[in-house]
């Protein structure tokens, strides 16, 4: 840490220096042997009025900086601040580039010292942070951001940035500091001069690798947790008589909260495992139903030497359990136990695949920086999943390279000893519970290559979704950007992709030309399936235009596919997709007969031969599974399954995407899984509709003679601490213009927030209404000292926005989809929600549509069968979000007067916690939320 270090910070009139914009605030921090030096800063007259939204964003306005010396007046300064140092900054070079433009202006040279990026060193050092913003990663290190976007506070956090990072870089053992001295060249900034002082210094003693980290083949590791913590307990008996169970449920929570549903909880799934009967069980916010499911199924793992498995939709709840709940459960109980997580083989890296594509030396940028970020995390992860890792897109296409899957040409028996996944799949077998996810326990189900072991006990977390989840498995899709993909990393041989890689092989083994097509013929074929790709989307395009009904707002068409010979552009689909997997199966074949040659020859390969063959024997097995997806839609389509088109109108196909799924997934789930397991338990907090769990049995294809059902309420004082009101003034939803309702219900929103000072959750069932919402909030200009977070406007993942949300003391969150559920804002962080719309899922929307039909053919009442209840569901979904701990208090508006109006209205009430109900006007809430609050 011996270089000197100048960290700036430069806020500015907008982000084009070349036309005209200015430097507002200059701050520089200096970072001398490894300690903050010096701090400058200084607000500078930019000769020009402050942009709005310049203002509203950093807080800096036209008189802060009136009396401001022009930047010639402190360009000594800053010449002099950045003299034989490193220029850093958070992306450095838009800093850099303002910076040169200003001192060039004024008569001095610019800046032309070695420089530092912190975003790009973040993503090298902490491969696994969530964000790579300055506010996130500040958080994430425990550093106090007072005013992001005022460059004084910005450049001194990012200086302690530096430090932090500088630290990690020299801490990372030699090898690991060597590999990424190789690939720094191709980085924007000079951390290759950094590294190589580093590498210096480091060669100049002894280095002491930590215990915990190994080197194998030149790649040093973090060391495999063989025998976890747990394994290490000494073994107790199991306790053997009722009594004596009971007697070790209390003691487990004797240090934690009593809660009674728990335990008649814990006693239902031990029920049920022992009588091998299915059973559902609600549970209520707040009931705590992981330890109530994961004690029972701990206990009943250990007594029958069997695994249970733990299935759960989101990768949050895995995570959870995992680093919350099985923790808790260990000190809990007076037995050992093993649990470990499991995912699909994809997740997982192959390291054999990344030692040799280590080697390559035409990588880009995203491919250098992704190798860069795996040699750090390497020494730091102990599973291999890349869901621990933050990837760019580009990141993400090299991870399909170096991704676990089978190999013909790479047996590398070296680093099996090492492997992630098959270390992932030995826990598994010596586990008494695995934590999963829905869409894995379904693969497991249908495929030769089975993950999971032989199981019959499951436990099916956040059951609401396994049925759609079922959908999607069941079925197929078919889009253009990954088929696209697909073909274009094949690439014809003058791409110099893989399928050039493979004649050059065959050219150089002087292979028997006779058995084999000529290379100008491969080409030939590769350049007609590209081609008979394309046609195929575009009649898919066509076809959907012409029979376009629903638009999704923002130029997105939804569309079914149907059957039907008398039409026209029907059958153009039909032939170009017959066209298109007969070039498929050609061109399989074709690669096919050329691979098998190689392999006869195969030890007189490379290893990055061998490497690229792997590549291709995968791409190609994608290439087959295509054309099967291909047929089964257009060719072979069942009539138990409904197609539709999804697509954006401004692209000619490049937003196309082809849904396939069964209208219900019933049978095959009664077939394939219900009727295979001997005890599935089945949880949630939404599974039942006014008290009844007939909807949700008759979806999963259950019945009340082979499940049991049960309701466990919530805990919380849902009278006391909730208030649900209904405005009386809004129009009815679908009797005005969308506009007209936006207008309304955005002045009800702005007269709330005022009252409630915000820490408000908005939900919608429409992006497009959200929209529209969010730009007439930021119009009216009243609530411009709110911070306004919208989805899919506000930049972010949703627990990105949802983190920002809870920063700010005045704060508006609108969500649409995924913001109905998932989302955990406990305490005074959320005050009060709003439903803006009843959840109802578009008559239109394709799979709705044809559910619809098929309830209507079987006698049944669509809407009460099916639309209702499934408005429910998600509508007790969105109910959940206020009310997380037991000393909560909020308030629900809900827009949608058809909650009163309509007699289906009762249900959703009838549905929910008791809570007291208010109909009134704007002007009777207002003082009643005073009241309230």
């Given at each position: 840490?011996?270089?000197k270090?100048?960290?700036?910070?430069?806020e500015?009139?907008g982000?084009?220096?070349?036309k005209?914009?200015k430097?507002?605030?200059?701050?520089?921090?200096?970072?001398?042997?490894g300690?903050?030096?010096?701090e400058?800063s200084?607000?500078?007259?930019?000769?020009?009025?402050?942009p709005p939204?310049?203002?509203?964003?950093?807080?800096?306005?036209?008189?802060?900086?009136?009396n401001a010396?022009?930047f010639?007046?402190?360009?000594p300064k800053v010449?002099?601040?950045l003299?034989?140092?490193y220029?850093?900054?958070?992306?450095?070079?838009?800093?850099l580039?303002?910076?040169?433009?200003?001192l060039?202006?004024t008569?001095?040279?610019g800046?032309?010292?070695?420089?530092l990026?912190?975003?790009?060193?973040?993503r090298v050092l902490?491969?696994t942070a969530?964000?790579?913003?300055?506010?996130e990663?500040a958080?994430?290190?425990?550093?106090?951001?007072?005013r992001?976007?005022q460059?004084?506070?910005?450049?001194?956090?990012t200086?302690?940035l530096?430090?932090r990072?500088?630290?990690r870089?020299?801490?990372?053992p030699?090898?690991?500091?060597?590999q990424?001295?190789?690939l720094s060249s191709?980085?924007?900034?000079d951390?290759?001069?950094?590294?190589?002082?580093?590498?210096?210094k480091?060669e100049?003693?002894i280095?002491?690798?930590?215990?915990i980290?190994e080197?194998?083949?030149g790649?040093?590791l973090?060391?495999?947790?063989?025998?976890t913590?747990?394994s290490k307990?000494?073994?107790?008996?199991?306790?053997v008589?009722?009594?004596?169970?009971?007697?070790?449920?209390?003691k487990?929570?004797s240090a934690?909260?009593?809660r009674?549903?728990q335990?008649?909880m814990m006693d239902?799934v031990?029920?049920?495992?022992?009588q091998?009967r299915?059973?559902?069980i609600?549970a209520g916010t707040?009931?705590g139903?992981?330890l109530a499911?994961?004690i029972?199924?701990?206990i009943?793992a250990?007594?029958?030497?069997?695994?249970?498995?733990i299935?759960?939709?989101?990768?949050q709840?895995?995570?959870?359990l995992?680093?919350?709940?099985?923790?808790r459960?260990a000190?809990?109980l007076?037995?050992?136990i093993?649990?470990v997580?499991?995912?699909g083989?994809?997740?997982y890296?192959?390291?054999?695949?990344?030692e040799?594509?280590?080697?390559?030396?035409d990588d880009?940028?995203?491919?250098?920086l992704?190798?860069m970020?795996?040699?750090?995390w390497?020494?730091?992860?102990i599973y291999?999943?890349?869901?621990e890792?933050?990837?760019?897109?580009?990141?993400?296409?090299?991870?399909?390279?170096?991704?676990n899957?089978?190999?013909?040409f790479?047996k590398?028996?070296?680093?099996?000893?090492?492997?992630?996944?098959m270390?992932?799949?030995?826990?598994?077998?010596?586990s008494?519970?695995?934590?999963?996810?829905?869409?894995l326990?379904?693969?497991?189900?249908?495929t030769?290559?089975k993950?999971?072991?032989e199981?019959?006990?499951?436990?099916?977390?956040?059951?609401?979704?396994?049925?759609?989840?079922?959908g999607?498995?069941?079925?197929?899709?078919?889009?253009?950007?990954?088929?696209?993909l697909?073909l274009?990393q094949i690439?014809l041989?003058?791409?110099?992709?893989l399928?050039?890689?493979?004649?050059?092989i065959?050219?150089?083994?002087?292979?028997?030309?006779?058995?084999?097509?000529?290379?100008?013929?491969?080409?030939?074929m590769m350049?007609e399936?590209?081609?008979e790709?394309?046609e195929?989307?575009?009649?898919i395009?066509?076809y959907?235009?012409k029979?376009k009904?629903?638009s999704?707002?923002?130029?997105?068409i939804?569309?079914?596919?149907?059957v039907?010979?008398a039409?026209m552009?029907?059958?153009?689909?039909e032939?170009?997709a017959?066209?298109?997997?007969?070039?498929v199966?050609d061109?399989v074949?074709?690669?096919?007969?050329?691979l098998?040659?190689?392999?006869t020859?195969?030890?007189?390969?490379?290893a990055?031969?061998?490497?690229?063959?792997?590549?291709?024997t995968?791409?190609?097995?994608?290439?087959?599974d295509l054309?099967?997806?291909v047929?089964?839609?257009?060719l072979h389509p069942s009539?138990?399954?409904?197609?539709?088109?999804?697509m954006d109108?401004?692209?000619?196909?490049?937003?196309?995407t082809?849904?396939?799924q069964?209208?219900?997934?019933e049978?095959?789930?009664k077939?394939?899984?219900?009727?295979?397991?001997?005890?599935a338990?089945?949880?949630s907090?939404?599974?039942s509709?006014?008290?009844s769990?007939?909807y949700?049995l008759t979806?999963?294809g259950?019945?009340?003679?082979?499940?049991?059902?049960?309701?466990?309420?919530?805990?919380?004082?849902?009278?006391?601490?909730?208030?649900l009101i209904?405005?009386d003034?809004l129009?009815?939803?679908?009797a005005?213009?969308?506009?007209?309702?936006?207008?309304s219900?955005?002045?009800?929103?702005i007269s709330?927030?005022?009252?409630?000072?915000?820490?408000?959750?908005?939900?919608?069932t429409?992006?497009?209404?959200?929209?529209?919402?969010?730009e007439?909030i930021k119009?009216?200009?009243f609530l411009?000292?709110?911070?306004?977070?919208?989805?899919g406007i506000?930049?972010?993942?949703?627990?990105?926005l949802t983190?920002?949300?809870?920063k700010f003391d005045k704060?508006i969150?609108?969500?649409?989809?995924s913001?109905?559920?998932?989302?955990?804002?406990?305490?005074?962080?959320?005050?009060?929600l709003i439903i803006?719309r009843?959840?109802?899922?578009?008559?239109?929307?394709?799979l709705?549509?044809?559910k619809?039909?098929?309830?209507k053919?079987?006698g049944?009442?669509?809407?009460?069968?099916?639309?209702l209840?499934?408005?429910?569901?998600?509508?007790k979904?969105?109910f959940?979000?206020?009310?997380?701990?037991?000393n909560?208090?909020?308030?629900i508006?809900i827009?949608?007067?058809?909650?009163v109006t309509t007699?289906?209205g009762k249900?959703?009430l009838?549905?929910?916690?008791?809570?007291?109900v208010?109909?009134?006007?704007i002007?009777?809430?207002?003082p009643?939320?005073?009241?309230w609050?």
């Amino acid at each position: 840490m011996g270089n000197k270090y100048v960290v700036i910070d430069l806020e500015t009139t907008g982000n084009a220096p070349k036309k005209g914009d200015k430097i507002i605030q200059f701050a520089a921090v200096v970072i001398e042997n490894g300690k903050i030096t010096e701090e400058y800063s200084s607000f500078v007259n930019p000769g020009k009025a402050i942009p709005p939204f310049i203002e509203e964003l950093t807080g800096l306005n036209d008189q802060m900086v009136e009396n401001a010396p022009d930047f010639s007046e402190i360009a000594p300064k800053v010449l002099t601040l950045l003299e034989g140092a490193y220029f850093v900054a958070h992306n450095v070079l838009f800093d850099l580039s303002f910076l040169q433009e200003e001192l060039i202006e004024t008569g001095y040279n610019g800046f032309y010292g070695p420089i530092l990026d912190t975003v790009e060193m973040s993503r090298v050092l902490m491969p696994t942070a969530d964000s790579f913003q300055l506010s996130e990663l500040a958080i994430r290190e425990g550093l106090n951001h007072e005013r992001p976007h005022q460059a004084d506070s910005d450049a001194y956090v990012t200086a302690e940035l530096l430090l932090r990072l500088l630290e990690r870089l020299e801490q990372l053992p030699l090898n690991t500091v060597k590999q990424l001295h190789k690939l720094s060249s191709g980085l924007k900034s000079d951390l290759d001069l950094l590294i190589d002082n580093i590498i210096v210094k480091k060669e100049s003693s002894i280095e002491t690798i930590p215990d915990i980290l190994e080197i194998h083949h030149g790649i040093a590791l973090k060391k495999g947790m063989d025998q976890t913590e747990n394994s290490k307990m000494q073994q107790i008996n199991y306790p053997v008589g009722n009594e004596e169970k009971e007697e070790l449920f209390r003691k487990a929570f004797s240090a934690f909260e009593t809660r009674l549903g728990q335990f008649d909880m814990m006693d239902s799934v031990y029920d049920a495992f022992n009588q091998e009967r299915h059973a559902m069980i609600e549970a209520g916010t707040g009931v705590g139903k992981s330890l109530a499911y994961l004690i029972p199924s701990a206990i009943y793992a250990k007594e029958n030497n069997r695994t249970i498995i733990i299935s759960t939709y989101t990768t949050q709840l895995q995570e959870q359990l995992l680093s919350n709940d099985i923790p808790r459960l260990a000190k809990m109980l007076s037995f050992p136990i093993k649990a470990v997580l499991l995912k699909g083989r994809s997740h997982y890296i192959s390291l054999a695949k990344f030692e040799q594509t280590l080697k390559d030396q035409d990588d880009n940028y995203d491919t250098i920086l992704t190798k860069m970020q795996i040699l750090v995390w390497l020494t730091e992860t102990i599973y291999g999943d890349i869901d621990e890792l933050n990837l760019s897109s580009g990141g993400m296409l090299y991870w399909n390279k170096i991704k676990n899957d089978e190999t013909v040409f790479l047996k590398n028996k070296s680093w099996l000893s090492r492997d992630f996944y098959m270390r992932a799949r030995k826990e598994a077998l010596q586990s008494d519970i695995i934590i999963t996810n829905h869409s894995l326990l379904l693969t497991d189900l249908v495929t030769d290559h089975k993950i999971l072991p032989e199981y019959t006990h499951v436990v099916i977390d956040e059951g609401h979704h396994f049925m759609k989840v079922s959908g999607k498995h069941f079925g197929f899709t078919f889009d253009y950007l990954s088929t696209r993909l697909l073909l274009s990393q094949i690439g014809l041989i003058e791409q110099k992709q893989l399928l050039h890689k493979l004649e050059q092989i065959l050219e150089k083994e002087w292979i028997n030309k006779h058995e084999l097509l000529h290379s100008f013929e491969v080409n030939q074929m590769m350049a007609e399936l590209s081609l008979e790709a394309d046609e195929l989307f575009k009649v898919i395009s066509y076809y959907a235009k012409k029979r376009k009904k629903a638009s999704k707002g923002y130029n997105r068409i939804s569309c079914r596919l149907t059957v039907d010979d008398a039409n026209m552009e029907w059958r153009a689909v039909e032939i170009s997709a017959e066209r298109f997997i007969f070039f498929v199966k050609d061109f399989v074949e074709m690669v096919h007969a050329r691979l098998d040659f190689i392999k006869t020859v195969q030890e007189s390969l490379s290893a990055r031969e061998k490497s690229s063959m792997e590549e291709l024997t995968s791409l190609v097995e994608e290439l087959k599974d295509l054309s099967f997806v291909v047929k089964n839609i257009f060719l072979h389509p069942s009539e138990q399954f409904v197609s539709w088109i999804e697509m954006d109108e401004r692209a000619m196909q490049n937003a196309t995407t082809v849904y396939a799924q069964p209208v219900t997934v019933e049978n095959y789930l009664k077939e394939q899984f219900f009727e295979k397991k001997k005890c599935a338990i089945i949880t949630s907090a939404t599974l039942s509709v006014k008290n009844s769990f007939n909807y949700m049995l008759t979806e999963l294809g259950l019945t009340a003679s082979d499940c049991s059902v049960q309701q466990i309420q919530s805990p919380f004082n849902y009278k006391e601490q909730v208030k649900l009101i209904i405005p009386d003034d809004l129009p009815e939803v679908n009797a005005v213009p969308l506009e007209e309702y936006v207008a309304s219900i955005t002045e009800h929103i702005i007269s709330i927030a005022e009252v409630t000072k915000g820490r408000m959750l908005i939900l919608f069932t429409s992006h497009e209404m959200l929209r529209k919402t969010y730009e007439l909030i930021k119009e009216s200009g009243f609530l411009n000292d709110y911070a306004i977070i919208a989805q899919g406007i506000s930049s972010g993942s949703r627990s990105r926005l949802t983190r920002n949300f809870q920063k700010f003391d005045k704060a508006i969150l609108l969500g649409t989809s995924s913001f109905w559920e998932g989302v955990d804002i406990p305490g005074e962080d959320l005050t009060c929600l709003i439903i803006v719309r009843l959840p109802f899922s578009p008559p239109d929307e394709p799979l709705t549509d044809a559910k619809c039909d098929q309830i209507k053919q079987s006698g049944g009442n669509p809407f009460s069968d099916y639309s209702l209840p499934e408005a429910i569901i998600r509508f007790k979904q969105g109910f959940g979000r206020l009310i997380r701990t037991k000393n909560d208090r909020g308030l629900i508006f809900i827009f949608d007067r058809r909650l009163v109006t309509t007699k289906y209205g009762k249900a959703f009430l009838q549905s929910i916690p008791e809570v007291p109900v208010e109909k009134s006007g704007i002007n009777e809430i207002i003082p009643l939320i005073k009241e309230w609050i």
